[in-house]
């Protein structure tokens, strides 16, 4: 018998059955009925004949549950017909509709909700929303699901998963199922460098992010990753970015400005302000690049006072004392750029050199969203 021709009618004669024969037990007529029923047809089956039941008191939500897992009503019989202590069989050709699979599916769950809520909107029921589905029952799948949806989407939108916490998938989750999810924190880690590692060798080669006259490359973001030494074009345009959160306050000039003045003199870089009216400013931001290492100048416009911030200690003329320092030889580009965001946003160095893999996500994140983050 197909399953297109069975659900509906095996359901109407259920009900009619247990009000036409007192000696027929219903739940039984459930579990053979389900045996012809297979496929999506299954779905609609177990939905609305078990609603039916339950909603004319022939079956307590217990048994729905029992019966949905071993295929009989009888609490204490243990897969036996009820008449012959016999064990009922299923075909050698049928697969058993209640193992793993349909218990597992969200209508077969029962927590925070019945089996007779479950109904579709043609029936005048409302109909619950997926993410209230995934609260009430959240099973391995679900789960990986709205993994794969979060990181697919984080993927797209910053060309890699440099920038990515643990943190992050973790506080999406409990936003979207309104739960903690912490217990669960093995299998989701898991999960995430598994869908990790299958774009390991997919890498968005055309990835790029354009802010004003910057333009970014994968390659250029890469440099905020583990211990890369950060690039000029990361510098440049996240001073930009830095000028544009305090508009008409702030100036940050080009990583090529110092070496141009030094080699050039004033002559060099006369042209570079034409545009700008440094008096107007209240503060003056210069990145130097010496060989292999990023420093900062700074001048305060109002008291005409210049200062010089070095995450490695080094005493140029006006040094600034008791200033976060990097341990190792590769975060000072990032120790410079969170300088230029303190100060131009006015707040004080709480920043350390444990601090670094998360400033370097979070201008990555910046960079990709073209505005500072808190």
Not at 76 to 99: A, R, Y
Request: aromatic share 10%; net charge negative; proline share 4%.
């Amino acid at each position: 018998m197909s399953s297109q021709n069975t659900s509906v009618p095996v359901e109407n004669a259920l009900v009619e059955t247990a009000e036409n024969d007192p000696n027929c037990e219903p739940v039984d007529q459930l579990c053979n009925a389900a045996i012809e029923v297979s496929g999506e047809c299954k779905k609609t089956f177990v939905k609305k004949a078990v609603g039916k039941l339950k909603e004319a008191g022939q079956l307590a939500t217990d048994q729905i549950e029992h019966t949905l897992v071993n295929g009989t009503g009888d609490m204490e019989s243990n897969n036996t017909d009820k008449s012959t202590d016999k064990e009922v069989g299923l075909p050698v050709s049928f697969s058993n509709p209640f193992q793993t699979p349909l218990r597992d599916h969200v209508y077969c769950k029962s927590r925070g909700f019945t089996a007779g809520e479950l109904t579709d909107e043609s029936d005048g029921s409302e109909s619950m929303t997926k993410a209230q589905l995934l609260t009430s029952a959240t099973g391995d799948e679900e789960i990986t699901e709205l993994i794969h949806d979060y990181l697919e989407e984080f993927y797209g939108k910053y060309g890699s998963f440099i920038p990515l916490s643990e943190n992050d998938v973790l506080e999406n989750l409990q936003q979207v199922l309104s739960k903690d999810v912490s217990d669960r924190k093995p299998f989701i880690f898991m999960e995430i460098m598994k869908y990790q590692a299958a774009l390991a060798n997919t890498p968005m080669s055309n990835f790029k992010v354009s802010y004003n006259k910057h333009s970014l490359t994968l390659e250029d973001l890469s440099t905020l990753d583990g211990q890369n030494w950060l690039n000029d074009q990361v510098i440049n345009m996240y001073g930009e970015l830095v000028m544009d959160a305090v508009p008409h306050k702030v100036h940050f000039f080009n990583s090529f400005f110092h070496k141009q003045l030094v080699t050039r003199g004033y002559e060099g870089v006369k042209r570079w302000t034409k545009k700008v009216d440094l008096f107007s400013k209240s503060l003056l931001l210069i990145p130097i690049h010496l060989e292999i290492h990023w420093s900062l100048i700074t001048v305060d416009m109002p008291n005409q006072h210049i200062q010089f911030y070095d995450s490695q200690g080094i005493h140029f003329r006006y040094p600034v004392e008791c200033i976060p320092q990097q341990n190792n030889d590769s975060d000072c580009g990032v120790f410079v750029l969170q300088y230029c965001k303190c100060l131009a946003l006015g707040r004080p160095f709480q920043f350390s050199q444990e601090d670094m893999p998360k400033v370097r996500k979070r201008i990555y994140k910046e960079l990709c969203e073209c505005r500072l983050l808190e």
